[in-house]
């Protein structure tokens, strides 16, 4: 049966790559104008912070729930009915803010609902792309989709502020809605099977089978560990730390700092494509570990050449900040795509929806209590050499990976072969 579904290998890729382009397109749109609005309203940094909040906080608690559901009910339907979900209550938005009874509290309920979907949404349709893409092809499949989506992050922002700043929020509501029902529509046509699971439902019997999974397997075990730490360790640098040196510390002006965020999507886009047409017939290991010891060596060199002993202007240190920005983002591309790619392997598809909650549950769950600590200590460290330090220890921890993880973590076909 899994063979057959092969057959349509092509079709099935083109048709999710295409459907999560247009919702991710739609969503980074969304996810610029939503905030804009909430400034425009209240210019309240506490509504900034519910408004996160709320990102967060439902979409944590859905995670485990989309796991369970992705492994039970077909993940084609979890997939389709989701998207036409949310571009239904966009479309309800619409016509509350057409009839002039939006505010800023409806924008947060829907905000939360919307969080909520995107939990149950992450965790079935992650773990379907190991369904329908054959092993040999999933570092070039994982390549083009993250391309996609690297392109509709490029595209929606701009998109976004553009239609806010002419049109206003109304605008961006009903294009989002859209863009979610055509990648619902998209995805019906996608050809998948599903084999469903008996028996009753048991959220915590099921998710701790996915766990046990984890524990059980060496090299997913190092996987899950390393990808949480570093998470834990090196997201609040791009959402904190960075933010702050730009634009609190350097004085760079909102334009210089967004240029900056699209230069890291660009530099992202580079290592898709080189991995797409070039690095693909290299090895994970390769892949994984020249990308990782090159990524950190010029991060912790970016982050002594910015020190402000060497003195160097704001024109100099845009530069330095826009190359590392590329140089980063490039190689860190070639670390995950491998890494994505091996976890599709190494967790049996019946599993897989749990596996990847649990993962993004524990990443997820992470970033808000580090980016918490790493505001604190901002203001009690210079924001420079607390920088400097956050490499050194990740590069530490990178080493420390790159010498104990098992030949399973690069090469998941060590893993069946010895029925781990």
């Keep these: 049966m899994v063979e057959e579904l092969y057959k349509y290998e092509k079709r099935n890729l083109a048709l999710i790559i295409s459907g999560r382009f247009e919702s991710i397109l739609g969503a980074a749109a969304l996810l610029v104008a939503m905030p804009l609005y909430i400034l425009d309203k209240t210019g309240s940094g506490t509504m900034m912070g519910i408004f996160t909040v709320l990102g967060i906080l439902p979409r ?16 084609k339907t979890i997939m389709v009915i ?6 239904f209550l966009l479309f309800t938005l619409w016509l509350i803010a057409t009839n002039n009874k939006m505010s800023v509290g409806v924008l947060l309920v ?5 969080s909520f979907c995107d939990g149950l949404f992450d965790g079935p349709t992650g773990a379907m792309f190991g369904d329908v893409v054959r092993k040999e092809n999933l570092k070039r499949a994982t390549s083009l989709n ?17 239609l806010y700043g002419y049109y206003g929020l109304t605008n961006v509501l009903l ?3 859209i863009l979610y029902i055509l990648s619902g529509v998209s995805e ?11 028996g009753r439902v048991n959220f915590v019997g099921e998710l701790s089978e996915g766990i046990k ?5 060496r090299g997913l075990k190092f996987l899950f560990t390393f990808a949480i730490v570093i998470n834990f360790l090196m997201s609040p640098v791009f959402s904190v730390v960075f933010p702050y040196i730009l634009r609190t510390i350097l004085k760079f002006s909102a334009t210089q700092f967004g240029t900056l965020q699209v230069l890291g999507t660009i530099g992202a886009l580079l290592g898709n494509i080189a991995i797409m047409f070039f690095l693909h017939k290299f090895s994970s290991k390769f892949l994984i570990s020249r990308g990782l010891l090159l990524e950190q060596t010029f991060a912790v060199l970016f982050s002594i050449f910015i020190m402000p002993y060497f003195g160097l202007g704001k024109g ?33 598809s019946e599993l897989r929806s749990r596996v990847f909650s649990v993962l993004s549950l524990l990443a997820m769950g992470s970033v808000p209590i580090s980016s918490a600590l790493y505001g604190y200590l901002l203001d009690k460290i210079d924001a420079f050499w607390f920088f400097l330090a956050v490499n050194i220890i990740s590069t530490i921890v990178i080493i420390v990976f790159l010498i104990k993880a098992p030949d399973e973590a690069y090469d998941p076909n060590l893993a069946v072969e010895q029925n781990i």
């Design 146 to 162: 993250a391309m996609a989506n690297s392109v509709a992050n490029i595209v929606g922002p701009i998109v976004g502020s553009m």
């Design 110 to 114: 829907f905000r939360a609902i919307l």
């Design 60 to 75: 944590l608690f859905a995670t485990p729930i989309g796991g369970v559901i992705g492994d039970r009910l077909n993940r």
């Design 82 to 87: 989701l998207d036409e979900l949310r571009g």
């Design 175 to 177: 294009m989002t809605a």
């Design 188 to 198: 019906m046509f996608i050809i998948y099977n599903h084999r469903p699971r008996e």
């Design 316 to 348: 100099t240190l845009y530069i330095l900040f826009a190359t590392g920005t590329v140089v980063v983002s490039f190689f860190n591309v070639l670390v995950n795509i491998p890494i994505n790619a091996n976890l599709q392997m190494l967790v049996p």
């Design 213 to 217: 999974f984890v524990v059980k397997n």
